[in-house]
């Protein structure tokens, strides 16, 4: 579910930044691509215990995290804040969640009928 201004994905009520929409779709999809190859490098660090390698693996999965616009400096310009990663309850977004989630309930209460 991502909220209704776009920027974030929540998931177990958490915010998570999304990827900046301005990015071309080739630079996405470079920056995803270099993604996935630096956690597969810290899965093989980690499995071999190589300290070293995982500090650079995880390095450059920041690196990339702060290309995408998940991490790093917003990309959005209208100055409001980052709420990445915090519960969705304790953010402006609450009253917009309890809202979805109280018509997730009734419609579950209605197929349960």
């Known amino acids: 579910m991502v909220t209704p201004d776009g920027r974030y994905l929540i998931v177990r009520n958490r915010l998570w930044r999304t990827s ?7 630079e996405r999809g470079h920056w995803v ?3 996935m190859a630096a956690r597969r490098a810290v899965a093989v660090a980690r499995r071999n215990a190589d300290a070293d390698r995982l ?5 450059a ?7 995408l616009g998940e991490r790093g400096p917003v990309w959005w310009r209208d100055g409001a804040p980052d709420y990445n990663r ?3 309850h304790n953010t402006p977004y ?3 969640f309890a809202a979805l989630e109280n018509t ?4 579950d209460q209605d197929q349960s009928r």
């Open 61 to 67: 999965v920041q690196a990339a995290k702060v290309a």
């Open 33 to 35: 691509s270099e993604l």
């Open 55 to 59: 500090r650079q693996a995880r390095a």
């Open 20 to 26: 900046n929409p301005a990015l071309t779709a080739e």
């Open 86 to 88: 915090r519960l969705v």
């Open 94 to 96: 609450a009253a917009w």
């Open 104 to 107: 997730a309930a009734l419609s």
